[in-house]
DNA sequence: AATCGTCTCAACCGCTATGGG
DNA sequence: GCCCATAGCGGTTGAGACGAT
């Protein structure tokens, strides 16, 4: 949820100004950046932000993103929220090109995080890579995304019951996932909306700040 | 060295939600 | 309440890197 311009100090609001579309014109034409403002914005957030991490991702960070998506589903910004420096965009990738191989050669479905029947070796799971224990083969039952919040996974009941239920693989989650009182501005919002306020920093971004400094 | 296939990830796309006139 | 501009989202694409042959 981006802030409201109200509350931003010094931002001009309101249709632009002619001396602002000069600005915007003066810069174009003197540095030829031939983007347009989503490019502009997407490019700030993804990838110039002074507060990005870059890099690969750590073990845990890996390992939170996995809890994550099983309790979150594909909200990649979300996910992204709870690891600092990371950006959605980054983590989905990261999901798509190596955690869901990851998974899916530990015979579970990335999908929803439980062992998928259709691999052989299932019926003797791989050990997990600290040697531990399986990976996977911890039933949660009291973990799994619920009802409650059937936007997640869309039907969790379909297969719920007998078999299935017994090889459920969520990892053992314990996160501290709850949301914070939103502020007054905020408190007309959809709930599912307020969850984004407290990430973004849309006041940062080009579009509003970078050219007009 | 050249070619081909695969992988990675930044960028794009289309859409919804929101703020403000 | 309506409309427009923009923020923000998840899904998809494609260029470049890389490894295998």
Not at 116 to 135: G, I, T
Not at 161 to 166: L, P
Not at 171 to 196: C, G, T, V, W
């Amino acid at each position: 949820m981006r802030k409201p311009a109200s509350d931003i100090k010094d931002l001009n609001k309101g249709a632009w100004s002619k001396q602002e579309d000069q600005k915007l014109i003066d810069y174009i034409n003197k540095h030829g950046l031939l983007r347009c403002g989503k490019s502009c914005r997407l490019r700030w957030i993804n990838y110039l932000r002074p507060d990005l991490k870059r890099g690969n991702f750590a073990e845990d960070e890996e390992d939170l993103i996995i809890k994550l998506h099983a309790l979150l589903g594909n909200r990649w910004s979300l996910i992204a929220g709870r690891l600092p420096g990371r950006t959605d965009n980054e983590v989905k990738n990261y999901w798509n090109s190596h955690i869901k191989r990851k998974l899916i050669s530990k015979g579970i479905d990335p999908n929803n995080h439980r062992l998928d029947h259709k691999v052989p070796f299932l019926q003797n799971p791989p050990m997990s890579e600290d040697a531990s224990e399986p990976f996977g083969t911890k039933v949660v039952e009291k973990n799994r995304p619920c009802k409650s919040t059937p936007h997640v996974y869309g039907d969790v009941s379909d297969d719920a019951s007998g078999e299935a239920q017994s090889s459920y693989a969520l990892p053992d989650l314990n996160l501290d996932l709850s949301i914070a009182i939103p502020s007054e501005s905020q408190n007309n919002l959809k709930p599912f909306r307020q969850s984004y306020s407290s990430r973004k920093l849309p006041y940062d971004s080009p579009s509003t700040l970078l050219l007009f400094q």
